[in-house]
C-alpha cells in the first residue's frame, strides 16, 4: 500500500467555494474506491485559495479480488451424453471460465449449470488515470467558467495538477492540462515549482515554501494569533466564526496586523463600527471586558511585508474613509423620521405585480392586527405590535441600510430608540426578520412574533397569488425560508392560532392579483406548509409515516400538531405491541367503515346482542368525555393516554363480534359505534398510514 497525493493548482478561489469543493473531493473519491473495490485509509483534505488537494493514505495497489456465481442453461441443453454442447461451450466463453470448470446444481426448476466468475482485477494506477479527470468534471461550485479554449468548466481556471502515487506520477492529460510531481509555492513569497516525490513531502515541502496547506491548521493559527494581537491592545477579539472561516479561504501564508482608528468613530453604533470593519475590509474588531467596542482592528494579510508600517497605515487610511461615511450616514439618518421614510417605501418595489413596500406595510399591519387579536393581548401590546408592523421596513431607505444592507433591522432598532420609541417596538423591528436561516435565533419578543409571521405570511400569499412559485433551486423571495421560519415561531412559541385562518386572512389582500381560484392557491400554500412542517420533523428523528398521518388529520394548530407527533411516538415506544395493535384495532374499523354507508344514526344500547359490544361501548362511554375535555383544554398526551387504553376492548370486539350483518338495525348500530370510535382516533392522526 502506498500515499496518494492528488492537488488540483488554480488561480484565487473565491474563499466560500473552497470547503465544499473540499468535501466533495473527499467523498466523492471515498465512494468511487469503494465502488472500484480498492481498500484505503484516510482520506485527508487541504486548501488554500490556490490549491484543493487530497492525501489518501494506504491506499492498496490493486483491486480486490471478487468472485460471483453465475446460472447458466440447463444441463439437458448445455451437455449431451456427458459431452459440452455449444451453449455449455458459450456460457464458459461468456463468464471467463473453461468448460471443465463448469458445475451442476440442482434447483426447484431442475439441473442448471453455473460457474464461478471472476471479476477482474486492475491496478489503482490505472484507474486513477481514468476518474481523476472525472473527478475535476464533477465539483460543483456556485458558478462555474470557462477559460482560454478549454471546454471544461471550474470556479477559476485550472493552473495544474499533481498526483502521485507513491513515488509514481499519475499521467492524464485533460485539455491539455498535463499532471505532474510539482506543485507552486507561495505566490509572492516562493514563486518557484516545488519537485514532489512522494505524498509524504507535500506538507513539509509547502510550508517552507510559505503555503500552510492544511486549513484547519490555518485557522487556527490565525484565530490564535489574532487573540494576541487582541490582547495586546488589552481587549479580545470579537469572536465571528464565519469571519474567521473566510480569512482562512483568503490566505496561504497568514501575517497578523494590528491597526488603530480615531476615538471619535466610537461614538457610532457597535454594529455600524462591525459591519464596517467586516463587510469591506474582512478586519476583526477588539472589545473591552465590558464588551465594548476598542478603537482597533485586526487584519490578517498573505504576505511578510518590508514594512510593516506601511501595512497597517494603509489599512487605517481605508478604514478611516469607511468610518467616516458610516458617521456621515448616521448622522443623516437622525435628522430624518420614520413616518418620512414610510412615505419613500411607496417609491421602493417590492414585487412588479404586488406593487411597493410602502403597500407590503400596510398589509403587514392588517395581518399583524388580525393575529395581535386571536391572542387577546394588552390593548397596550397590541398598539404596540401595530406600532412595530407600521416601522418594521422603514430602514431599508436609511442611508446606513442603503450602505449596509445587512443591517437592515438592525438600524431600524437603533434608530427607534434615538427617537423615544418602546423596546417591545425597537427590538421587534429588529427581530422581525427572524430567523434569517433555519435553525437560527426566533425573535423573543411578542411585537417581534407577530410582525413576522404577518410580514412572513404576506410574501408567501403574495407570490403564490400570482403564480410566483418557488422551483428547483430558484426562490427569490425565499419563500421557502420564510415558510420553514414562520413553522419554527410557532412550533418553539407556542403560538396556538389557527394557521389556516392566518393564510386565508392574509391571501384575501390578493384577490385582484390572482391567476387561480382563492381556494386553489389556499390549497397550495397549504400543502407547501406542510410538506415543511414534515420534514422539519422528520429531520428530528420522528418517523416519516407517523409525521405523515398526524399532519393529514389535522395541520392547523403547529405547536398541536408537533404535541401529537411526540405523544404518539411516546404511546409507541412505551408498548410498541400494544401499540401495533391499536393501530390494527383501527386500521380494522376504517376497513368495515369504507364498506358501509355512514348514517346518522344514533348507537342504541339496546340493540346490542353480544357482551363485547356492550363492553366496547361502555368503555367509550367511560373515556369519551375525558379525552375531549383533555384535547380541549390542549393536553395531547393525556387524551391520547386515555384513549389508548380502549385496545383491549377493541381487541374483544373484533375477536368476538361480526359487524356487517343482515339485520340493518344492528349493522348500522355497530358501524356507528365503530363510527364514533373512529372520530375520537381521527382527532390524533389518520391511524391507517401508520405502519404497524
Not at 463600527?273 to 487584519?299: C, G, R, S, W
Not at 450602505?403 to 432598532?413: D, K, P, V
Not at 417591545?424 to 429588529?430: D, K, M, R, S
Request: charge should be negative; glycine fraction near 6%.
Amino acid at each position: 500500500m502506498n500515499d496518494f497525493l492528488f492537488e488540483i493548482a488554480t488561480e484565487e478561489l473565491p474563499a466560500g467555494y473552497i470547503s465544499p469543493a473540499s468535501d466533495f473531493m473527499a467523498s466523492w473519491l471515498e465512494k468511487k474506491f469503494q465502488e472500484k473495490r480498492i481498500d484505503f485509509g484516510k482520506i485527508e483534505k487541504y486548501s488554500t485559495p490556490k490549491r484543493l488537494a487530497l492525501i489518501v493514505r494506504e491506499l492498496s495497489e490493486k483491486q480486490k479480488e471478487t468472485s460471483t456465481k453465475v446460472m447458466g442453461p440447463p444441463e439437458k441443453v448445455g451437455f449431451k451424453d456427458g459431452k459440452a454442447c455449444v451453449p455449455a461451450e458459450k456460457f464458459a466463453e461468456k463468464i471467463g471460465i473453461s468448460v471443465d470448470e463448469i458445475k451442476i446444481e440442482e434447483t426447484e426448476k431442475g439441473r442448471y449449470l453455473y460457474g464461478i466468475k471472476v471479476e477482474e482485477t486492475l491496478f489503482t494506477k490505472d484507474i486513477l488515470k481514468n476518474i481523476l479527470p472525472e473527478l475535476v468534471k464533477k465539483i460543483p461550485f456556485p458558478k462555474s467558467m470557462r477559460w482560454a479554449d478549454h471546454d471544461i468548466s471550474f470556479a477559476r481556471p485550472v493552473t495544474g495538477f499533481t498526483a502521485l502515487f507513491g513515488n509514481d506520477l499519475i499521467e492524464f492529460d485533460l485539455e491539455g492540462i498535463k499532471s505532474s510531481k510539482e506543485t507552486n509555492g507561495h505566490r509572492f513569497l516562493f514563486n518557484e515549482k516545488i519537485e514532489i516525490d512522494n505524498p509524504s513531502e507535500y506538507i513539509e515541502k509547502l510550508e517552507k515554501a510559505y503555503v500552510l496547506c492544511d486549513r484547519e491548521k490555518r485557522k487556527s493559527f490565525i484565530e490564535k494569533e489574532v487573540e494576541k494581537a487582541a490582547a495586546k491592545a488589552d481587549g479580545f477579539a470579537y469572536k465571528d466564526e464565519a469571519l474567521l472561516d473566510e480569512v482562512t479561504g483568503l490566505v496561504e501564508y497568514p501575517v497578523i496586523h494590528t491597526g488603530k482608528f480615531d476615538d471619535k468613530f466610537l461614538n457610532l453604533p457597535d454594529e455600524v463600527l462591525y459591519t464596517a470593519m467586516k463587510k469591506h475590509q474582512k478586519y476583526f474588531a477588539v472589545l473591552n471586558d465590558k464588551k465594548e467596542m476598542l478603537p482597533y482592528f485586526i487584519t490578517v494579510s498573505n504576505i511578510i511585508p518590508k514594512d510593516e508600517n506601511i501595512v497597517i497605515s494603509g489599512n487605517e487610511r481605508v478604514l478611516r474613509a469607511r468610518l467616516s461615511d458610516a458617521d456621515f450616514f448616521f448622522e443623516t439618518d437622525l435628522k430624518s423620521d420614520f413616518e418620512s421614510w414610510n412615505k419613500e417605501l411607496d417609491n421602493v418595489m417590492f414585487q412588479a405585480k404586488l406593487g411597493s413596500t410602502g403597500e407590503k406595510v400596510k398589509r403587514i399591519e392588517k395581518n399583524a392586527a388580525f393575529i395581535s387579536n386571536k391572542f387577546g393581548f394588552s390593548k397596550e401590546l397590541e398598539n404596540e405590535i401595530l406600532r412595530t408592523a407600521r416601522l418594521c421596513k422603514a430602514d431599508l431607505v436609511s442611508f446606513m441600510v442603503d450602505e449596509f444592507a445587512n443591517l437592515q433591522g438592525i438600524m431600524g432598532r437603533i434608530y427607534s430608540k434615538v427617537k423615544g420609541e418602546s423596546d417591545n417596538v425597537a427590538f421587534g423591528i429588529e427581530e422581525h426578520y427572524k430567523p434569517v436561516s433555519a435553525g437560527a435565533s426566533l425573535p423573543e419578543t411578542w411585537t417581534g412574533i407577530v410582525v413576522s409571521i404577518a410580514d412572513k405570511m404576506d410574501s408567501i400569499c403574495g407570490c403564490f397569488s400570482i403564480g410566483f412559485l418557488p422551483t428547483g433551486a430558484s426562490d427569490p423571495y425565499a419563500l421557502r425560508r420564510q415558510c420553514i421560519g414562520i413553522i419554527q415561531i410557532m412550533k418553539e412559541k407556542k403560538v396556538l392560532v389557527s394557521l389556516d385562518e392566518i393564510i386565508k386572512f392574509s391571501l384575501s389582500h390578493f384577490r385582484s392579483y390572482m391567476t387561480e381560484d382563492e381556494s386553489f392557491i389556499f390549497d397550495e400554500i397549504k400543502k407547501f406548509f406542510e410538506v415543511r412542517l414534515e420534514q422539519i420533523l422528520v429531520d428530528e428523528g420522528f418517523s416519516r409515516d407517523l409525521v405523515s398521518s398526524v399532519i393529514s388529520a389535522d395541520s392547523d394548530i403547529i405547536p398541536y400538531v408537533c404535541e401529537r407527533v411526540e405523544a404518539i411516538t411516546e404511546l409507541k415506544n412505551k408498548n410498541i405491541e400494544e401499540f401495533e395493535s391499536l393501530v390494527r384495532g383501527f386500521k380494522r374499523a376504517g376497513n368495515i367503515l369504507k364498506k358501509s354507508e355512514i348514517l346518522n344514526v344514533e348507537i342504541n344500547p339496546a340493540l346490542f346482542e353480544n357482551d363485547y359490544e356492550k363492553t366496547l361501548y361502555k368503555k367509550l362511554q367511560l373515556i369519551k368525555e375525558e379525552v375531549l375535555q383533555y384535547v380541549g383544554s390542549g393536553k395531547t398526551k393525556e387524551a391520547l393516554f386515555e384513549l389508548a387504553g380502549i385496545r383491549s376492548e377493541i381487541d374483544g370486539f373484533f375477536d368476538n363480534v361480526m359487524v356487517l350483518v343482515e339485520d340493518e338495525k344492528i349493522r348500522n348500530n355497530r358501524t356507528a359505534l365503530l363510527h364514533e370510535i373512529s372520530m375520537l382516533f381521527d382527532k390524533f392522526a389518520d391511524f391507517s398510514g401508520i405502519s404497524d
